[in-house]
């Protein structure tokens, strides 16, 4: 299996990759990416009213991906317990660090981080080496960090649920359940992950 292969054709499905694991041969994992929300707003999954959209959407799309380039088998983040631990290997790629909020930022995609899947294959490809420390390292000011209205995001106390779905219910907490997470817009390499606010409204309404 040649990686560019496999990138290609989790692009045309309308995922990126988001790192690789050595995992009993190689461990792909991906995610959404810009092209992500148009492909999927046109899919039976958005537009049958059904529960869990994007999870049956990326069932159907992952299996397809394994199917198509010859993977041992889809791997999905989601449908538990047991749950796969999809933030270990997340971390163990390279990609994706732990940011001064407590929450995984992505090289590419900063707080923006939407597993959608992996592909494990029984091979061993050549894949890039990721050399970049974390963004957050480079972060001068760190906005992360005081974004949230309700300081229910910290590194040292960890996620205080509670105090966040309250918030949510509030008239001011609107701007995150129609736009997404203030704290993850707020990270500038977020900005490049080309999330739209009516997809962020939709992760935000299941999160919810």
């Not at 190689?26 to 992500?36: D, E, K, N």
């Not at 993977?71 to 631990?85: Q, S």
């Amino acid at each position: 299996m040649i990686f560019d292969e496999v990138q290609q054709s989790v692009a045309k499905a309308g995922l990126i990759v988001m790192g690789t694991v050595p995992n009993d041969g190689t461990l792909v994992l991906l995610g959404t990416g810009p092209a992500f929300w148009q492909i999927f707003s046109e899919s039976p999954e958005r537009l049958d009213k059904q529960p869990d959209p994007v999870d049956r959407w990326s069932r159907r799309i992952v299996d397809g991906l394994a199917d198509h380039l010859r993977a041992k088998k889809a791997i999905f983040p989601f449908g538990g317990p047991p749950y796969e631990p999809f933030i270990a290997w997340a971390m163990a790629s390279g990609r994706a660090f732990q940011s001064p909020v407590g929450m995984l930022v992505h090289d590419a995609v900063g707080m923006m981080v939407s597993y959608r899947g992996a592909l494990q294959f029984a091979e061993t490809f050549a894949v890039p080496t990721p050399t970049a420390p974390s963004p957050c390292q480079s972060c001068a000011t760190q906005p992360c960090t005081k974004a949230c209205p309700v300081d229910a995001l910290s590194a040292t106390h960890g996620y205080d649920v509670a105090t966040c779905h309250a918030y949510l219910d509030t008239n001011a907490g609107q701007d995150c359940m129609t736009k997404g997470c203030i704290v993850r817009r707020a990270c500038p390499v977020s900005q490049s992950a080309g999330r739209t606010a009516e997809q962020s409204k939709l992760h935000m309404k299941a999160f919810h």
